[in-house]
């Protein structure tokens, strides 16, 4: 039996389960994944049979949906899970 993977078309909207208060006037409800990793998105990423930090994807979703870094540590771990399956999804067949 082959493992199918979740494949994610771009632009890809991911709609937060806990919005983040960016601002007293500002609250980031999604997030809009425009662009496929690149490798400069993955220069500083471990590879091979390294383990990954928790955050290690942060730099990434942010330049793929264009926030801002200390924007993307705000939002809720859950979101983030999701986000980071939105990433790894692009990254091996």
Same mark, same amino acid.
Do not use: C
């Given at each position: 039996?082959?493992?199918?993977? @979740? @494949?994610?078309?771009?632009?890809? @909207?991911?709609? +937060?389960?806990?919005?983040?208060?960016?601002?007293?006037?500002?609250?980031?409800?999604? +997030?809009?994944?425009?662009?496929? =990793? @690149?490798?400069?998105?993955?220069?500083?990423? =471990?590879? !091979?049979?390294?383990?990954?930090?928790? !955050?290690?994807?942060?730099?990434?979703?942010?330049?793929?949906?264009?926030? =801002?870094?200390?924007?993307?540590?705000?939002?809720?771990?859950?979101?983030?899970?999701?986000?980071a399956e939105i990433v790894?999804?692009? +990254?091996?067949?």
């Amino acid at each position: 039996m082959q493992d199918e993977k @979740t @494949t994610y078309d771009l632009p890809y @909207t991911l709609t +937060l389960k806990y919005p983040v208060q960016i601002t007293e006037t500002r609250t980031l409800e999604e +997030l809009v994944f425009t662009s496929a =990793p @690149t490798a400069g998105m993955m220069e500083n990423i =471990p590879m !091979g049979g390294e383990q990954h930090k928790a !955050g290690t994807w942060i730099p990434v979703i942010a330049a793929m949906t264009g926030q =801002p870094v200390p924007v993307i540590r705000k939002i809720a771990f859950r979101d983030y899970s999701k986000a980071a399956e939105i990433v790894a999804s692009f +990254l091996a067949d």
